[in-house]
């Protein structure tokens, strides 16, 4: 009975690194894709053979430390980052229509509230969507902003001029603008009495 008790904790100890093993394949593999890069450029920027990394997508094998911080360097996320399958770890935010988190943001000049719809962040870098009301009372001096990443705004209501970069653009109820974050943005006049418009903006590691 001893013997097989001790093969069974053997069994179900090799399941579990069986199972590991498959996701950190799997991992690996995702993380590899949402990058374009082959095996052989993955294998070539972490200095391993292109059937090592194929044996691990495939969890043929149990790879060690120093070559999981090899690719990891090569993907340019942490070694942690390795051990998440996405399956099991991804975080879901459901918000109901009408609501969010209450949040208000306070400048020098200016202040208004919004409701936070959404937020994540991981190695791949950090996402936020907001949903807000300005109303033309209150616009005083609007903020203008600039970071790394894209933003994406869609008018759901009113009339207001936005500034990106060196140009303005008009927009009104169903209007939207995608752009890249370096420029710098921000409502430049608010045309309406009020407007309400949802910003989606990602940023980098």
């Not at 179900?12 to 890069?37: C, Y």
């Not at 340019?76 to 609501?99: C, I, K, N, W, Y």
Request: aromatic residues 6%; proline residues 3%.
């Amino acid at each position: 009975m001893l013997y097989a008790y001790i093969w069974d904790q053997r069994d179900l100890m090799q399941d579990k690194k069986s199972e590991t093993e498959l996701e950190i394949g799997r991992t690996l593999q995702r993380l590899r894709q949402e990058r374009n890069l082959t095996v052989t450029e993955l294998a070539t920027q972490a200095n391993l053979s292109t059937a090592m990394i194929s044996r691990i997508e495939n969890g043929h094998v149990s790879p060690s430390l120093g070559t999981l911080q090899a690719l990891a360097d090569a993907l340019s996320v942490s070694l942690m980052a390795l051990f998440s399958h996405s399956e099991h770890t991804a975080d879901v935010h459901h918000v109901p229509a009408g609501t969010g988190l209450p949040s208000r943001r306070i400048t020098h000049d200016h202040a208004h509230d919004y409701l936070t719809l959404g937020k994540h962040s991981g190695p791949g870098g950090s996402f936020q969507s907001a949903r807000i009301r300005i109303s033309k009372q209150d616009q005083n001096t609007l903020p203008k902003y600039q970071h790394e990443g894209h933003v994406f705004i869609y008018m759901i209501e009113g009339r207001a001029r936005y500034l990106c970069g060196a140009e303005e653009f008009l927009m009104a109820t169903g209007d939207t603008l995608s752009f890249d974050a370096k420029l710098p943005h921000g409502v430049h006049e608010i045309l309406s009495d009020e407007i309400e418009f949802i910003t989606v903006s990602t940023r980098p590691q």
